[in-house]
């Protein structure tokens, strides 16, 4: 168990539909990762968050957006939903804003299908 | 960040050492190597990372070249809990590098009983 809290772990919507994604990071943790898993494209960073504010942005489509709260748990908005957005969203945290310790925690994933 | 090259997969036997090879050629000098492991459809999962020295843990054994162009992860005694995807990722690491992780396709290594 990584400490890494993710809701739902199943997700099941139709095409064109809103979807939200919730993490909880470890305890302490001030950075918060989003990634997509599909089965042709691998492990796709999409965004960090570092104690509120958005630390680095990677491949994240403009229908996708986060946000991290003050408590600092985070949330992935998926928008206008497209088959294409079928994957596994992993959610990671860690202590610091960078790689000082050199350790990122993935939760378990929440599955998204689109049909 | 400086491309890695695994191969796409290996076997082992189990209770025998797993080598797994990375080549980094164009790392440069304040990147490390960092490798995680994914078992099937869970989170990926730290294992080791290191500069310039030989690093070990309680999970494996980090063998870096002088030249730092290519590094081994070893998993000294595999098991079958060990068949995972294995990925070597190259990055700046502390002091700055605000950003995530770039996974490859990494290794596929397969523990056979």
């Known amino acids: 168990d990584s400490g890494v809290t993710q809701t739902p772990k199943h997700l099941i919507t139709a095409t064109g539909q809103r979807v939200t994604l919730r993490c909880s990071p470890r305890?302490?943790?001030?950075?918060v990762y989003w990634y997509q898993q599909s089965l042709d494209q691998g492990l796709q960073f999409l965004i960090q968050y570092y104690n509120g504010e958005e630390r680095a942005k990677g491949n994240i489509l403009e229908r996708f957006s986060a946000q991290q709260f003050p408590d600092l748990h985070s949330e992935l908005n998926l928008s206008s939903l497209e088959l294409g957005d079928s994957a596994l969203y992993f959610c990671?945290?860690?202590?610091?804003?960078?790689?000082?310790?050199?350790?990122?925690?993935f939760g378990e994933g929440s599955r998204l299908t689109v049909l | 960040d400086a491309k890695t090259t695994q191969p796409t997969s290996m076997d082992c036997a189990e209770g025998r050492a797993a080598n797994l090879p990375c080549n980094h050629s164009?790392?440069?000098?304040?990147?490390?190597v960092y490798w995680y492991r994914q078992i099937h459809s869970q989170g990926p999962q730290y294992i080791i990372h290191g500069l310039k020295n030989n690093e070990t843990n309680e999970m494996a054994s980090l063998i870096i070249t002088e030249d730092r162009k290519s590094s081994t992860l070893i998993l000294p005694h595999a098991t079958l809990r060990d068949t995972a995807v294995y990925y070597c990722?190259?990055?700046?690491?502390?002091?700055?590098?605000?950003?995530?992780?770039?996974f490859g396709k990494g290794t596929h290594l397969i523990i056979q009983p």
């Open positions: 164009t790392i440069s000098g304040n990147e490390y």
């Open positions: 990671a945290s860690s202590v610091a804003s960078g790689l000082e310790t050199g350790e990122l925690f």
């Open positions: 990722i190259v990055r700046v690491g502390s002091g700055g590098g605000a950003d995530g992780l770039t």
């Open positions: 305890s302490g943790d001030l950075s």
